[in-house]
């Protein structure tokens, strides 16, 4: 989803009351407050499942094929017999890697593009222009879909593919953040005094750029997460017997008619995660870029 | 309302997209140019037939002598080549017909997203800080939260299994039914375009809010102009450019969106053909999907654009 | 999402033998209808994907011959029991005491449905196409052709398209084969090179290179004659009417068709439907009449077959039919410079490399995963070798060591051959995930090697192509390996799938096995006539279980779903009953 900050948002050089303003703001929003504690739920449930599953992930034929919700199997069983709980929070290590974890490449990649196309402008900028137009004129799932098919289908390969396809969005965003600081006047100071174009990127234009980076790379989160559900629901997702709950999801989707809990315990934690990272982010836009408030 | 200036742009833009179509075919071409002969091999072929294949298919020429055939007879004779799986059957016919499925879930689901956003938008500005407005708003976050294949397996769930003695079960595409019985595009339109009306709601509902507190509005209303009027004539008027902006992005959304739909539903429309021919590693089939979606896109951002003259007497181009 | 793996399983019929296969068919057909039929005989049923040719010359996909087999016919055809009995040859042909030379007697009634006669030249023209095909259109059955004399010139022709045609019509040497004459018009004499005793049914093959095609049909459009209702001309009770691709197919009855039984069904239509899932649930809306002809008995969800089994109206309708595949694990069983694969199961790895294969195969539950995969009901244990239950050269329920469940053997073992586990670290099975029922068996059996040795096998899902690309170079260690049967005669096993025949271990050997006992004892097999060789290929089967090349998974079963009004319909294990035999009766 793009995100829309008007350039006029930009704030005067960082100070520490913008922070806390920032932070008093969105502890009054409760939603996002809410949001914030689920995710935080769903790192420590991802956490736990590093050292605890009820049951191995793994494990096939511990309970019948397609058993309904019980005390021992308290989200039932899958298509093999194995405990949809224990995938469903192995699952949510994936989701989070994967969300994360695009994140921050599309961070490493997009915010030093985005930065010197804005800076230095001239035919570097318009080459980059031009590059983030024809990327948004492709459809991006598709392509990702056949990138992971040439590539093979694992989580490496799919964090790649989800980066080639959506690193735009940061770039754009930090192209327009730089574009529009670089004419204020203690940039403009900045360079007059001979500073060094590196630390004007890194140590004044993109500190002053981090609040609208911030709001984008958590709407970044559920998109590739999404985009992580999607794949592995197309069949091209993470390796065998690794679950995703895109895969779960597809799994569950198969016995529809037989097994209905198979789909619906992946369906809304996924659901509820994306929702919860688009609450943040809004109350993070919020929070941190006041008048663009609703 | 169409000037020449216009005209010549919409040239120009024709003239671009085509390049575009051409440049997106090239380069998935080139992408997947060593693969095709991956759909020709089985378990009882065995070296020299395997080259006589590609041999018949020309596919042991070198990769520019193959990629200059591909253009020219894409370019004089709009030929998309033959499928390598489903032998001598020709691609071009084949993408179009199902593009015409797939345009007529496409714009139902369209239907449904512009409708129901701007009714959403609308509603939810007018009725500001309302618990409405509250409601259509976080009802929106939930929209675009929730993957289209999870409204639809929902859907699937209330209609085909717990509702099964209304509805008869299960939804399933049958061929010829189609435009007959919408009973079965309705689902997976809705599946399809509920998740972009909720952007649309909020990107209707954001311009609204700033053109309401503009000066002709407030005339409008000092003319003593029905409220109903002042919404409908004047302020949704302008409020639709801002939406009018993301129809580029979101034309790409339903095309995307729409593999994920076809291919639950069953609906033999493009998407499905692309899933199922890269698994068949039919490859010219894959870039020939690609050439149809790329010339949608292309398609929709010019309509994009004569959108805004419609809608803004003061753009010209 | 899985038609294409399904496409490239060729079912064939080369049957023979029929006495041995009887055991096997008997569960197919439905029993009569009472009810008078019904006014309307149009049969309707949905296949999963369109067929890739219905040309004789080219067809090797399961759909193409399931389809095919209604339009064409050759000299000689199965019957529903699987026994070679005569179609447009008047009679079986007689055969000369060397066996080298075959005549048969055409019947002097049968004609194309546009009303061509079929002659001798017809025959000529059909097989001498075929056989130029083969090379340069990279056919998979040509070599069905292969004992005549003069095969290897005609099938040596590059030439394609009209310029092919042109060739034939001026029966150019280099597209014709030199055994192959027609005395008059109503005998054709075939020499063969030397004794073949399985050629005949090789020729019966449905919708294969066997098939006779109508030249004048076939010269409008040499490639495609097929696909266009107006020139695909068959000799068969069907004619295609129209055809949409990939979307809808109908076929017709020809009226005053020679042959018989004369169909009841005046019309068949077939739609495309997207997945098994829809297929069944349109089934079961009264959409269609079947389920799971034209191929697509495998391809239905172990839950929906759980579900039709619980629903008290349906159960009754549904057709668990053994089918002719068998699934296994392979080892490769040779590493060297061009088999990369590595791993610790080598025949060269001596006895330790034989306990580890031991102890990795015992280690597998194969009840359970019959069980757990497809719940009892798309497939069943193997635990009789590899050949397939019901065919000839299955050794016997519960006969094959290697299908045994023993943990605490396999267990000890590991731990003698491998007692750091150093030799079984980073062990990578690898399977190909758009068939279902591998992708799960390929977690079950992870699971089971973990439970059971406690060893970590990682799993990598490889798409059916590169898959087979890879695994026939010797890249896994360790992979899913299967073979479904061309014809019911274990030749067709050992010869494809292991021995220096072949080519193993370097070319087309999944495992790389071959030993000097092996393809000796495989090279008198074949040269026997069918009775002495079975105890020699028994002993051939024994060989791969002495060795453990194979861990025994399961035995295919089809599904099909067939309403209470339709009769006739059914399947054998390998090919659908011909909609001539098909009634509709009221409901």
């Known amino acids: 989803m793009a995100v829309t900050v008007r350039v006029d948002a930009v704030s005067e050089p960082v100070q520490a009351s913008l922070w806390s303003d920032a932070w008093r703001r969105l502890r009054r929003n409760r939603l996002a407050l809410a949001a914030a504690i689920y995710l935080i739920l769903l790192v420590g449930v991802a956490i736990v499942a590093i050292f605890y599953t009820p049951y191995r992930m793994s494990a096939t034929g511990i309970a019948p094929d397609y058993a309904t919700p019980s005390l021992a199997h308290w989200l039932g069983a899958d298509n093999l017999g194995r405990d949809q709980l224990s995938r469903l929070m192995i699952g949510a290590q994936i989701s989070l890697i994967v969300g994360v974890g695009t994140q921050l490449l599309v961070l490493a990649v997009g915010v030093p593009i985005g930065l010197l196309a804005g800076y230095y402008r001239g035919w570097l900028d318009q080459v980059v222009t031009f590059v983030i137009n024809v990327f948004y004129g492709v459809p991006d799932l598709l392509v990702a879909l056949i990138l992971v098919f040439l590539l093979g289908p694992s989580l490496a390969n799919i964090i790649i593919a989800i980066v080639v396809t959506r690193w735009m969005d940061m770039a754009r965003l930090v192209r327009g953040q730089t574009l529009a600081l670089r004419e204020r006047e203690f940039i403009e100071a900045g360079r007059a005094s001979g500073a060094k174009p590196m630390k004007m990127l890194f140590g004044h234009i993109m500190p002053n750029a981090l609040g609208p980076i911030i709001v984008q790379a958590t709407f970044g989160v559920p998109s590739a997460i999404l985009f992580e559900a999607f794949l592995s629901f197309l069949g091209a997702g993470v390796q065998q017997p690794t679950p995703s709950w895109g895969s779960m999801a597809k799994d569950g989707v198969d016995a529809i008619q037989f097994a209905p809990h198979m789909v619906i315990a992946p369906a809304i934690v996924l659901s509820l995660t994306l929702m919860a990272f688009n609450f943040l982010g809004d109350g993070l836009r919020d929070a941190l870029d006041p008048r663009s408030r609703r | 309302m169409f000037t020449r200036g216009t005209l010549i742009f919409i040239g120009q833009r024709v003239v671009l997209i085509v390049f575009t179509v051409l440049a997106v075919s090239s380069i998935v071409f080139l992408g997947i140019h060593r693969l095709p002969g991956d759909a020709l091999f089985n378990e009882h072929l065995h070296g020299e037939q395997y080259a006589l294949l590609l041999h018949h298919y020309n596919l042991d020429k070198p990769l520019l002598t193959q990629y200059w055939d591909f253009i020219v007879a894409l370019v004089t004779r709009g030929d998309l080549g033959e499928s390598l799986v489903n032998r001598g059957v020709k691609i071009t016919p084949l993408v179009l017909r199902e593009l015409g499925i797939s345009v007529e879930l496409g714009g139902f689901a ?176 894959v870039i020939g999907v690609f050439t149809m979606y790329a010339a949608m896109v292309g398609l929709a951002n010019l309509v994009v654009d004569l959108a805004y003259v419609v809608i803004d007497p003061r753009i010209r181009y | 999402m899985a038609p294409n793996s399904f496409r490239l399983l060729k079912v064939l019929c080369v049957g023979g033998a029929a006495s041995l296969v009887l055991g096997a068919c008997g569960g197919g057909g439905t029993s009569p209808n009472t009810g008078g039929l019904a006014a309307d005989q149009t049969l309707k049923f949905p296949i999963l994907d369109d067929y890739a040719t219905l040309d004789p010359a080219v067809a090797d996909a399961e759909t193409d011959q399931e389809i095919g087999q209604n339009l064409f016919d050759g000299l000689v055809k199965f019957d529903n029991s699987l026994n070679v009995v005569p179609d447009i040859a008047a009679s079986m042909p007689t055969v000369s005491s060397d066996g080298l030379t075959y005549t048969f007697t055409l019947r002097k009634d049968v004609t194309f449905w546009n009303g061509d006669k079929v002659t001798s030249k017809d025959v000529l023209y059909s097989w001498n196409r075929a056989a130029a095909m083969s090379g340069a259109y990279g056919t998979s059955y040509g070599g069905n052709l292969s004992p005549i004399v003069g095969y290897s010139t005609a099938s040596g022709n590059k030439v394609v398209g009209a310029k092919l ?226 065919l000839t050269g299955y050794l016997g329920d519960g006969a094959d060591p290697l299908a045994a469940y023993d943990p605490v053997k396999a267990k000890a073992l590991l731990k003698s051959a491998d007692p750091t586990g150093s030799k079984t670290a980073n062990l990578t099975y690898a399977y190909d995930p758009e068939t279902p029922i591998f992708k799960d068996s390929a977690v079950f059996l992870q699971d089971q090697w973990q439970t059971n040795l406690g060893v970590k096998v990682n799993l990598i899902a490889v798409s059916h192509h590169a898959f087979i690309l890879a695994r026939l170079a010797g890249k896994y260690a360790i992979s899913r390996d299967g073979w479904q049967a061309d014809y019911n005669h274990p030749q067709d096993w050992f010869s494809g799938l292991y021995g220096s025949a072949l080519g193993c271990p370097d070319s087309g050997c999944t495992s790389g096995y071959s030993t000097p006992a092996f393809d000796a004892l495989l090279a008198k097999a074949n040269a026997e006539p069918l009775d002495a060789a079975l105890a020699d290929y028994k002993a051939l089967s024994q060989m791969l279980i002495t060795d453990v090349v194979y861990i025994p998974l399961f035995y295919s079963v089809g599904a099909f779903l067939i309403k209470p009004y339709v009769s006739g319909a059914g399947s054998n294990n390998f090919v659908d009953y011909n909609w001539a035999d098909i009634q509709i009766h009221t409901h």
């Open chain 2, 110 to 285: 369209l239907i449904f997203t512009i409708g129901l956003g701007l009714l959403f938008g609308v509603v939810a500005s007018v009725r500001q800080n309302t618990w409405v407005d509250y409601v259509l708003s976080t009802t929106s976050v939930i929209g675009y939260s929730m993957p289209n294949f999870v409204i639809a397996t929902f859907l699937i769930l209330v209609f085909g299994k717990w509702l099964e003695g209304v509805t008869g079960g299960t939804f399933y595409y049958q061929l010829g039914a189609w435009k007959g019985d919408l009973g079965q595009l309705w689902l997976p339109a809705f599946a399809l375009g509920f998740p972009y009306a909720s952007i649309v709601a909020r990107l209707t509902r954001a311009s609204m809010l700033e053109v309401v507190r503009q000066d002709y509005i407030r005339t409008a209303r000092a003319k003593g102009l029905r409220e109903t009027v002042i919404v409908v004539r004047h302020a949704l008027r302008n409020a639709l450019i801002p939406v009018i902006t993301i129809l580029g992005p979101l034309a790409i959304g339903i095309i995307t969106g729409s593999v994920v739909i076809e291919n639950l539903f069953g609906i033999p429309g493009l998407g499905k053909e692309f899933a199922q021919s890269i698994l068949n590693r039919d490859y010219f089939i």
């Open chain 3, 165 to 390: 045609e042109t060739l034939l019509e001026a029966k150019d040497a280099t597209v014709t084969m030199s055994g192959l004459t027609a005395p008059d018009d109503y005998t054709v004499i075939a020499k063969l090179k030397s004794p073949a005793g399985w050629w005949l049914s090789a020729i019966a093959l449905t919708d294969s290179t066997g098939m006779v095609v109508d030249m004048n049909a076939v010269k409008q459009d040499f490639d495609n004659w097929w696909s266009n209702p107006a020139t695909a001309v068959g000799t068969g009770p069907f004619k295609m009417t129209s055809r949409i691709t990939k979307q809808s197919q109908d076929y017709a009855a020809v009226s005053n068709w020679w042959g018989s039984p004369k169909p009841t069904l005046t019309k068949v239509h077939i739609d495309v439907l997207q997945s098994a899932a829809s297929a069944i649930t349109a089934y079961e809306q009264g959409s269609y009449d079947l389920y799971g002809y034209g191929g697509w008995s495998q391809a239905a969800g172990v839950a929906d077959i759980k579900r039709i089994q619980a629903t008290g109206n349906e159960k009754a309708q549904l057709l668990l039919q053994p089918k002719v595949r068998t699934t296994w694990v392979t080892f490769s069983m040779v590493s060297d410079a061009s088999r990369t694969g590595g791993g610790p199961f080598t025949l060269a790895g001596g006895q330790t490399a034989h306990d580890l294969r031991m102890a990795f195969a015992l280690a597998v539950d194969k009840k359970k995963l019959a069980e757990v995969v497809c719940g009892n009901i798309l497939c069943t244990a193997a635990t009789g070798g590899l050949i397939t239950k019901g």
